[in-house]
C-alpha cells in the first residue's frame, strides 16, 4: 500500500523532485465548493471545525473532487483558542471576533495564565477528524497536512479583538510592552505547538504554519518579535513543516526560521525563481499561482500555471499551489483543471 | 512675503536638504480631528470634498493644529470620477461603492467614452477650494499638496465595484483582456491628470499620486500594467511629484517612474536608508514613521522618529511622514508632538 511518507507532497518537503511537482490549494476545502456549502448549511463555523465526521468529510472533499496530491485538515487558526477556552466565533464575512480582545499587560496575565496544555487535553475531536481523514486516504497514501496559525497573526486578531487591516495594535505593543508581547507570542507558540502536535499524532504527514499577516513587518521586527515563536511552534516536529505568508518578498530568508521550515509559501508577487535565488537550495518551495489569474480565460492561466512550473524549477522542490487561498467565490471546476494540468507535466 | 516654492518641502522635492526636515501627515485632515468631525455632520463625505468653503477649513484644520510643513488637499481618490459623471458614493466604514462596476469590455467601452475634459470642466469646486487654501496660507508660504489617486488604485475600486483584499477582479481584467485593462488605466491617468492640474492651476504647490494599492501587484505586471500609466498621470506636471504606495519594498525602483517622481512615499516596512541605498541620489524620500508606534508611549514614539530621520539622511532628502495615512483613532496631540519634535531637530 502506498504510504504517505513516500508522497510527492513530502518527498518535495525533504528536496526530493518527482517526475512532477505535487499540487494542492490553500482553502481547497470550503466555501468554493457547493458540496461543503450544502454541508455547513446550519452550522457553525467552530462547530463544523470540532465536528469529527463534519471535519473529516469537508477535508476530504475537495481531495475527492480535485484529485489534489494533499488533504488539509478543515479547522481554522482560532480552533486552538477556542480548546483553550478563550471566547471567540467566526462572524461571516468579517472573521474571527473575540469576546475579550488582549490589550493590556493584565490581559496578556489573564490569557497567558491558561497551561497550553488545556489545548491537547481538549483536542480529542481533532485527533478523531484528522484520524478519519487519514484511515480514509490510506489507500491511495494522500497525504494529510496539518494546520496551524502563526503566533503573530494569532496576536493580531487577539489584540485587535477582530480582523484589521495593518495590525497596528499587535504591533504597537511590540513596542509599548516588549516583555507582554513576548509572553503572549511564546504563550501562542506552545498553543500552536499543542495543536500541530494533536495533529501529527493523529496522523498528518506535514504541517503548515499560517503567518498571513506577517508581511505588515518590518524585517527587523520580525526578526526581533516574531521569528523566534514562530520557530518555536515548529520546533522539534515530527514531520516536515512549511511556512506560508503573504506579502512577505523582504521576509523571505528570515521565513526559513533558520532551517526549521523545509518549505516556504511564496505569494505571487515574488517570481520563483527570484525566491529560489534568495532562499538557495536548502529549502522547498511552495505556491505561487496568483489567485487572480483563476478569472482569466484557461489558456491565460494555463501559460501562468506553466510559467510557475518552470521557474519553480530553480529550486531545489516546488509544491504547486495559489499564492494565497481559494478565493470564495472561484468555479472549482478551474481549479480541478489545473490539477489535471499539473499531472500530465513531464 | 514667504514663497510656497522656498518652502522645506518643495525645496526637499528638488533635493535640497534644508536645517531639519518637513513634516506633514497623509490624512492629517480628516477623522483624527474632533474639530473635522463636528464640521462634517450631516454631510456627507463626497459632498463635503465638493463644498468649496467646507473642504477648504477641513484641509486648514491640521495646518492650523499641528503647525505641519504642508497643506494636502483634502479630497477622496474618487472625486473625479464623480466629476466624470460616475455614480459613486462613499459608505461609511466600507470605502467607496459604485452602483455600477467596471468588468467587462462593454463597461469599460461604456466608461472611457467619457471626454476626460468634462472633469476639467466640472472641477470649479475643486480649484475654489485650492485657492481658499493657498490664499489662506500665503502669509505663512505653506505650501498646498494636490491630491489624486493612481489608475490602479482607482481602477481596483471601479473594477471590483467597492475595497477588496487583494483587487483579484481588476488584476484578472490585466491578463484576461489586457486592451480593455489599458483603455480603463489610460482613460484614468487622464482623469487623474485633469485632476492634479485643476488643483496646480489653482494654487498647489505640489502634488502626491495614491496607488495605495500597488504593493497587490509583483513587479512584472506592475511594469506592463500599471507604471506607463501612473507616469502619464504626472508627466508635464508644472510642480514636484510625490508617488505614493504601500507593501511596495519590491516595485521602489519601478515607483520613481523614470524620474517623474521627484519623491517616493516609503512605508514602515523599509528602513529608509535601504530605501535610498536602492533608489540611489535621484529621488527625495517621504516617509516611514510607522502608525502603530502613534500608540507607544512616547519616549518609544521619539527614539522611532528619531531613527527615521537619522536614516532619512542616507537620501538626497527627506520629508517626514508616516508610512501609511493617519489612522481614524490616533490621537491628534501625538501627532501635534512629532511635529514639534522634528521642528527641534537640527
Redesign the interface.
Known amino acids: 500500500m502506498p504510504h504517505p511518507a513516500d508522497s510527492l507532497l513530502v518527498r518535495a518537503l525533504h528536496g526530493e523532485r518527482g517526475t512532477r511537482p505535487p499540487v494542492w490549494f490553500m482553502r481547497q476545502a470550503g466555501r468554493s465548493l457547493p458540496e461543503y456549502r450544502e454541508l455547513r448549511v446550519g452550522t457553525r463555523m467552530l462547530d463544523a471545525c470540532l465536528t469529527p465526521d463534519l471535519a473529516a468529510e469537508i477535508t476530504l472533499q475537495p481531495v475527492r473532487r480535485h484529485r489534489v496530491d494533499a488533504a488539509v485538515f478543515f479547522s481554522d487558526i482560532v480552533i486552538p483558542l477556542r480548546l483553550a477556552g478563550i471566547a471567540v466565533e467566526i462572524e461571516p464575512g468579517r472573521g474571527p471576533v473575540f469576546e475579550n480582545p488582549v490589550r493590556t499587560a493584565a490581559d496578556v496575565a489573564r490569557v497567558t495564565a491558561i497551561d497550553p496544555d488545556v489545548v491537547a487535553a481538549n483536542a480529542a475531536p481533532v485527533r478523531d477528524a484528522v484520524r478519519l481523514v487519514a484511515s480514509e486516504l490510506a489507500a491511495t497514501g494522500t497525504p494529510v497536512i496539518g494546520f496551524a496559525g502563526a503566533p503573530f497573526t494569532l496576536a493580531a486578531y487577539l489584540v485587535e479583538g477582530g480582523p484589521s487591516k ?4 499587535a ?2 505593543m511590540m ?2 510592552d516588549p516583555a507582554a508581547w513576548h509572553r503572549l507570542a511564546g504563550w501562542l507558540a506552545e498553543v500552536s505547538r499543542r495543536f500541530l502536535t494533536a495533529q501529527t499524532e493523529a496522523g498528518a504527514s506535514a504541517v503548515q504554519l499560517f503567518d498571513s499577516w506577517a ?6 521586527d520580525y526578526r526581533a518579535f516574531v521569528a523566534p515563536h514562530s520557530r518555536r511552534a515548529l520546533e522539534g516536529a515530527t514531520v516536515p513543516a512549511i511556512h506560508f505568508g503573504v ?1 512577505t ?2 521576509l523571505l530568508t528570515d521565513m526559513t526560521l533558520g532551517g526549521v521550515a523545509a518549505g516556504v509559501g511564496i505569494d ?4 520563483l525563481d527570484t525566491a529560489a535565488g534568495i532562499l538557495g537550495s536548502g529549502v522547498t518551495l511552495q505556491g505561487n499561482v ?8 484557461w489558456p ?1 492561466l494555463e501559460a ?1 500555471v506553466r510559467d510557475v512550473v518552470e521557474r519553480g524549477r530553480a529550486a531545489r522542490a516546488h509544491i504547486v499551489n495559489l499564492g ?1 487561498g481559494v ?1 470564495p467565490e472561484a468555479d472549482p471546476t478551474v481549479l480541478t483543471r489545473i490539477v489535471e494540468f499539473v499531472k500530465e507535466l513531464r
Open positions: 495593518e495590525h497596528l495594535r504591533r504597537a513596542h509599548a508581511g505588515s513587518l518590518s524585517a527587523a506579502g518578498a523582504h505571487w508577487r515574488t517570481p496568483d489567485p487572480a489569474l483563476l478569472q482569466a480565460p491565460v501562468h494565497h478565493p
